[in-house]
């Protein structure tokens, strides 16, 4: 999970909203509060201002008012450039100059017909289109011989140039008062720009400035305007430049969720630090036995990433260390060395991981080595049936439980450790700066280790994760070879289908992903599994009883049931949407079909790829792709062609995401900025990061006047457990 959507989570418990200082109130007010915000466009503000996880977790969440105005414009309409009427293009928004020449009602009795106005400039006719006109507004609004300004899309209807509805209607001496800039946000379905900008202008002009929380010399040098004021310029602009990502106004925001997101973790890692833990002692009967049981020897890179580990737990100092390596680079095996050493010393260890579906499957690993080893070892769901669930939070509160492997349901506040002295969290950075938190509060002090498979850009690593341990593996297990990657045009599926043939029949597998349709949309995945089913039910009838299929809509037995039959049964080519989770092991695959693969982003894209080449045999990703290709998009396939190496993906994951282009974000290891384009303003995050460490260094506590101010920046990126670690004021 994601900072953002971590910490928005935590908003709804009761601490954080005493937290809360009673200023942001307003902020943090129900959309429902504004003006024209009923029922349906609060489904549409749901889908728009919450991230997708938040969806997920809370699926009738409100946003609030503060969601509105930190969604910030892309663009801007300038309906102040005049288009001649015979310049105007067909679709594109513009402003016209014309004279009122004719009305032309319908027909009694024919309601559907469209009331028409003629209108003309000196270069010719445009014709305006009004459906359901009730009364005679229209000849009020457009006197014939009377000059108009009018502002709208263009289209052509029946040979005629021809505007329905235009956007603004205004006579020429009133132009100024209803043209200007305004601002183009980016939307779902079932949402208009209109009603958009509506709630927001509503929004901007209720909110009263704030306690300003930057150094003044700061705000000189940057030339930045309050942060009420950034808000206002960027959704009431008076400039166009004011949108552009380089902006004072955009800088100014940017920085302000950069430096709350520094504060947060410079808070964070002061606990962590202040902590002591366990002595875990080195047990080398326990290494012993576990190296005999596994089938392998440990690689050079594992050794040593093991030798860091047995020196932070054996230290009695608190552990905190991450460890990254690509997906398959065997880190899993690491950590259960590490329970493994905590169960010989009496301590109990949970493994938790992003989905139920992860966990499931570290379970399957797991298992065997524990049983091997003779510790306890149980999967908490949330997802178990209650009796079961019981029982096993009872035996993990005696300590009879030595290795509890979930999801977060494991740091639920029903569930009660004996002696908890390990934490291992895999794909770290699928669970934010709060959930470290929930983990490190209340007295708990357990060793924490973090694994991720995307690695941290090595320019970002120090701002990112500040001064925890990182240990990296850096080589893949031997005998693996090279993923030979390809990029194959679409219109040579058939050639692949052909190509998997073969596949099949030395009996290896292969996943065929199916393409994200579109990110934003309400459809809520639907089209995305229109997709799949297609190219399932074609690959079906030219493999038979060899394909199978997976998607999030199934349920989860259901999808364990084929995911299962694809791991062990008769199944070898498993079509699926993107739900293939970071991580599913299935070492008989070999070969990885991406379609639309100029739809993902780069650290997905070598996500998926990681799934195969998990054995000694030859594996393949193949990554179909339609034109035209966008530049980027086009680097990003060339990127994987030539590197399998994950750190250098993730270094031109980060050259290459540009503004608006935040496919695969969740993917990337990055905390989701709303305000922040990590494309731009990647300079600001040193200087947020200098500026936190300097604040908690001078005012720890953050008791002095700016102090104060910055207690509400934290407030309003809702890192309210940062703030519970604070003194009260
Ligand atoms: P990660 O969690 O880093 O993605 P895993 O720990 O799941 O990777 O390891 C991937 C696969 O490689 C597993 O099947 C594991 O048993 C195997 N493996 C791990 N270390 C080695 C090794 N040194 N030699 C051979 N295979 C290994
Ligand atoms: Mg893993």
């Given at each position: 999970?994601?900072?953002a ?46 991230n ?34 015979s ?6 928004y513009?402003t ?60 052509w ?120 833990s ?64 905590a ?18 499957q ?16 149980a ?10 669930r ?19 349901a ?189 739809r ?11 799934r ?13 792709y ?76 953050l ?27």
């Open positions: 999970m994601t900072n959507a971590s910490s928005s989570s935590l908003a709804t418990s009761a601490s954080a909203l005493s937290l809360r200082p009673a200023v942001l109130y307003p902020w943090f007010a129900p959309v429902t509060t504004l003006k024209g915000v009923g029922p349906s466009v609060l489904q549409g503000l749901r889908r728009l201002l919450a997708s996880h938040m969806l997920e977790e809370h699926p009738h969440h409100t946003p609030a008012l503060r969601d509105l105005l930190f969604h910030l414009p892309i663009g801007v309409i300038d309906r102040r450039n005049m288009t001649a009427v310049a105007l293009k067909k679709s594109e513009a016209v100059e014309v004279t009122v020449t004719e009305h032309a009602p319908p027909p009694p009795n024919r309601p559907r017909v469209p009331y028409k106005v003629a209108t003309e400039d000196a270069t010719g006719t445009l014709m305006l289109t009004f459906f359901h006109v009730k009364g005679d507004y229209l000849s009020h609004q457009l006197p014939v011989g009377e000059k108009r300004i009018i502002c709208g899309v263009m289209e209807y029946n040979g005629m140039a021809t505007m329905a509805h235009p956007d603004v209607i205004a006579a020429p001496e009133k132009a100024s008062e209803v043209i200007r800039l305004s601002p183009v946000y980016a939307l779902t379905l079932g949402i208009s720009q209109k009603t958009v900008a509506k709630a927001t202008t509503q929004v901007v002009e209720k909110m009263a400035p704030l306690a300003e929380w930057h150094s003044s010399e700061l705000l000189k040098e940057k030339s930045w305007p309050s942060f009420t004021g950034a808000l206002k310029a960027l959704h009431m602009p008076n400039e166009a430049a004011d949108i552009l990502a380089d902006s004072a106004p955009r800088a100014r925001l940017a920085y302000d969720e950069l430096l709350a997101n520094q504060l947060a973790l410079g808070l964070l890692r002061r606990i962590e630090r202040r902590q002591q366990f002595t875990i002692p080195h047990n080398e009967a326990v290494i012993q036995l576990l190296m005999k049981v596994l089938p392998f020897s440990l690689t050079k890179g594992q050794e040593q990433v093991l030798a860091d580990i047995l020196k932070d737990i054996t230290s009695g100092e608190r552990m905190v260390r991450l460890l990254q390596g690509d997906v398959g680079s065997g880190k899993t095996v690491l950590a259960f060395a590490a329970m493994a050493q169960a010989a010393a009496g301590l109990q260890s949970a493994f938790m991981a992003p989905t139920d579906l992860l966990a499931r570290h379970l399957e690993t797991l298992q065997p080595l524990a049983e091997a080893l003779k510790i306890p070892l999967l908490l769901s949330g997802k178990m049936r209650k009796g079961e019981e029982d096993i939070q009872a035996a993990l509160a005696v300590g009879e439980i030595k290795i509890a492997v979930g999801t977060h494991l740091f639920q506040d029903d569930v009660k450790f004996f002696k908890l002295g390990l934490v291992v969290v895999d794909e770290q950075h699928r669970f934010g700066v709060a959930q470290r938190m929930k983990l490190t509060g209340k007295g708990r002090t357990p060793h924490l280790l973090q694994m991720t498979a995307t690695p941290i850009p090595r320019s970002l690593t120090m701002t990112m994760v500040g001064d925890m341990d990182i240990s990296a593996l850096t080589e893949r297990p031997p005998g693996r070879k090279e993923i030979d990657t390809r990029a194959i045009p679409f219109a040579r599926i058939k050639e692949v289908i052909e190509g998997l043939g073969r596949v099949l029949n030395a009996g290896e597998k292969i996943y065929w992903v199916c393409p994200i349709i579109e990110e934003n949309t309400e459809d809520d995945g639907k089209l995305d599994l229109a997709a799949a089913e297609e190219r399932y039910a074609q690959l079906s009838k030219i493999f038979p009883k060899k394909v199978g299929i997976i998607h999030g809509r199934m349920k989860l037995a259901e999808r364990e049931r084929v995911m299962q039959d694809f791991a062990c049964g008769d199944l070898q080519l498993l079509v699926a949407t993107t739900v293939v989770e970071v991580g599913v092991n299935v070492t008989s695959a070999t070969v990885m079909v991406v379609e639309h693969a100029e993902f982003g780069l650290a997905q894209l070598h996500q998926l790829r990681g195969v080449g998990r054995s000694n045999k030859a594996s393949r990703c193949i990554l179909l339609h034109d035209p290709l966008t530049e980027v998009a086009r680097r990003r396939l060339t990127t994987l062609r030539e590197t399998n190496d994950g750190f250098v993906i993730a270094e031109e994951d980060l050259k290459l995401r540009g503004a608006g282009d935040v496919l695969g974000t969740r993917q990337t290891g990055l905390p989701e900025f709303k305000l922040a384009d990590m494309s731009q303003h990647l300079g600001l995050i040193r200087l947020a990061h200098d500026d936190a460490r300097h604040i908690l260094s001078t005012d720890p506590e008791l002095s006047p700016r102090g104060r101010a910055l207690r509400l920046l934290l407030a309003l990126f809702e890192y309210d457990v940062a703030m519970g670690q604070l003194k009260p004021v």
